[in-house]
C-alpha cells in the first residue's frame, strides 16, 4: 500500500476518509495482509495501481 492511495480523495463523493480492511488470520501474529480500501462516505472501493500508463 502505497501513502499516495491512502491520501487520495474519493473520485465519486471527494471524501478524504478511508477505511483499511485487512484480513487477519491470526491475532497473535503480526501478519495481515490488505484486502481493500473503502471510502467511509460512500464505501467506494479504491482499486490498487498497476504500473502501467
Ligand atoms: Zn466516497
Redesign the pocket.
Given at each position: 500500500m502505497k501513502m499516495e492511495e491512502l491520501l487520495q480523495k474519493?473520485?465519486?463523493?471527494?471524501?478524504p476518509d478511508k477505511k483499511v480492511l485487512r484480513k487477519i488470520q491470526d491475532e497473535h501474529r503480526a501478519h495481515a495482509t490488505t484486502k481493500g480500501i473503502i471510502?467511509?462516505?460512500?464505501?467506494?472501493e479504491f482499486k490498487p495501481k498497476k504500473k502501467e500508463d
Open positions: 474519493c473520485p465519486v463523493c471527494g471524501c471510502c467511509e462516505e460512500c464505501g467506494y
